[in-house]
């Protein structure tokens, strides 16, 4: 399968815990996005990698999340002291230098926080 | 700022029916894209199709076709003799970021079911 994966695909944890996420483009690909969804609503963006530099963040990026994206190629998202508001489903989608307007969604991590 | 405004929530007809999803954007740019996408129940998004501002032809792939229309900023999708796999949640999304920096905007989506 050569689509953007993600790990894990379920995480729950306990409120106050820290969590990590992984996201694996697209191999040829050069943009990483990170989005949130929770429910009922459509994907919300959280922040935009261009090769190692994140070059964007949304205003929904508190302080408690931070994104890496070390050497161009998978990207990890790191939620620390999680609260309930957390829980949600965290999608990555990669697109290329190309056709950047394209993006290959992956299949998500779906976060509960208890 | 940007915004997509997808006003049916859910919709619900029998198989074979046609049915539009409605989508109209709000953009003060004159360059921008618009998607539609996918979500079934398994939960990832499935690019559906991409338009630019320039271009207001209308496409049709098989039994979805779309209408784009700049005078009423809107861009609906229809699908022709709908079937019980076209069952999804559909989102339509906007980038006038110049290329993606800023992610895509997307509606609320609409839940579409299909009944047998």
């Known amino acids: 399968d050569t689509g953007v994966s993600q790990n894990p695909r379920h995480k729950i944890t306990k409120r106050g815990q820290n969590v990590t996420f992984r996201c694996d483009p697209i191999s040829e690909h050069n943009r990483l996005y990170w989005y949130r969804q929770t429910l009922g609503q459509g994907p919300e963006f959280l922040t935009y990698?261009?090769?190692?530099?994140?070059?964007?963040k949304s205003r929904l990026l508190s302080d408690r999340f931070s994104a890496e994206r070390p050497k161009g190629s998978f990207s990890t998202l790191e939620i620390q002291r999680t609260e309930q508001g957390d829980s949600a489903m965290y999608l990555c989608?990669?697109?290329?230098?190309?056709?950047?307007?394209?993006?290959?969604f992956g299949p998500g991590t779906r976060l509960t926080v208890t | 700022a940007q915004k997509v405004t997808q006003a049916q929530t859910e919709i619900s007809v029998v198989e074979k029916e046609d049915v539009t999803l409605d989508c109209v954007y709000e953009t003060r740019d004159t360059t921008y894209y618009l998607f539609w996408y996918k979500q079934p129940p398994s939960g990832e998004l499935v690019f559906l199709i991409r338009r630019n501002s320039f271009d207001e032809q209308n496409e049709i792939s098989g039994r979805y076709s779309w209408n784009f229309q700049k005078s009423t900023s809107s861009f609906n999708f229809t699908i022709t003799a709908s079937q019980v796999v076209d069952s999804a949640v559909y989102f339509c999304a906007l980038d006038d970021s110049g290329g993606g920096a800023d992610g895509l905007t997307f509606g609320k989506g609409t839940h579409l079911i299909i009944q047998p």
């Open positions: 989608a990669s697109s290329s230098l190309r056709d950047p307007y394209e993006q290959y």
């Open positions: 990698f261009q090769n190692e530099a994140q070059l964007e």
